[in-house]
């Protein structure tokens, strides 16, 4: 059963309404490059030429930006996010492919509770289809990723405890978000957008016992990048340039 809360209500609402515009906000395209700049640094499958066998799962693809940055890169993407606003705007995207039938990645809306969601399932055997296989239900993924996600989730340990049953074994985490690096965080967002926000950034020491503690190894959370936004200031007044930090936080299930 799907755990709807109200602050999951407030994001859906918040994301519908922004999702059409979401890409034109060079903010957004510039920190999902830094991401994804990241992620090819720290998952050893890119440097070593792997990748392109990886099946990826991705929390909270939005519209894509770094879903569609990272499909050319591996094999396939399956990305899942709660707002339909942003799935339509994936879909508008892989529509204006030159040949979308033979798109490596898909989108679905669903608030991902388990592995074997059948919506999930569907997209990733639709995708294995697409490339010759007989279908081989349940899909289990190389890499997870996630960008920009984590302080919407209301649970940190029940999204990783699913991402961890959705692995292969061998497979990686590779989750990327600004830190909680003291009471400053929260100008992250301006207050008009608060309201869905779980947490004002992800927490080092807690992300590395999480991860550590759903049985996850070569457990890493560092910093990935600092990215400078211009942030309201707390009356809404004037906007000034702010640098935030954002970690990565690395896991692989043995
Ligand atoms: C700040 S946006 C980031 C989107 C995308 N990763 C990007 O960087 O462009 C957060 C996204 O997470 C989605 N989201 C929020 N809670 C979620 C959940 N529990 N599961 C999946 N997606 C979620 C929102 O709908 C939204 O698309």
Redesign the pocket.
């Given at each position: 059963m799907s755990t709807t809360t109200a602050?999951?209500i407030a994001?859906?609402e918040?994301?519908?309404a922004e999702?059409a515009k979401?890409?034109s906000n060079i903010a957004?395209?510039r920190?999902?490059e830094m991401?994804l700049e990241s992620v090819l640094h720290h998952v050893p499958a890119f440097a070593h030429g792997q990748a392109k066998n990886f099946d990826v799962l991705?929390?909270?693809?939005?519209?894509?930006?770094?879903?569609f940055d990272l499909s050319p890169r591996v094999r396939s993407l399956v990305g899942?996010?709660?707002?339909q606003?942003?799935i339509d705007a994936f879909n508008v995207k892989i529509g204006a492919l030159l040949q979308p039938e033979e798109a490596n990645l898909a989108a679905v809306c669903?608030?991902?509770e388990d592995a074997d969601d059948v919506k999930v399932q569907g997209a990733a055997a639709a995708l294995a289809s697409r490339r010759g296989e007989p279908e081989n239900i349940p899909y289990r993924f190389d890499l997870i990723v996630?960008?920009?996600?984590l302080?919407?989730?209301?649970s940190l340990p029940a999204?990783l405890a699913t991402m961890f049953q959705s692995l292969k074994h061998g497979g990686w985490i590779a989750l990327t978000d600004f830190e909680d690096f003291g009471p400053d965080a929260v100008k992250f967002h301006p207050k008009s957008k608060r309201e869905?926000v779980?947490r004002h950034g992800i927490k080092r020491n807690e992300m590395e016992m999480t991860i550590n503690g759903t049985g996850f190894d070569r457990v890493k959370v560092e910093t990935a990048f600092t990215f400078t936004k211009a942030v309201e200031g707390e009356d809404g007044g004037l906007k000034k340039e702010m640098e935030f930090p954002f970690l990565i936080c690395m896991g692989q299930k043995a």
């Open positions: 602050s999951t994001n859906n918040r994301f519908n999702a979401w890409d957004h395209v920190c999902c991401a991705e929390i909270g693809c939005g519209t894509g930006l770094l879903s899942v996010d709660t707002a606003g942003m669903v608030m991902l996630s960008h920009l996600t302080h919407h989730i209301p999204i869905g779980e």
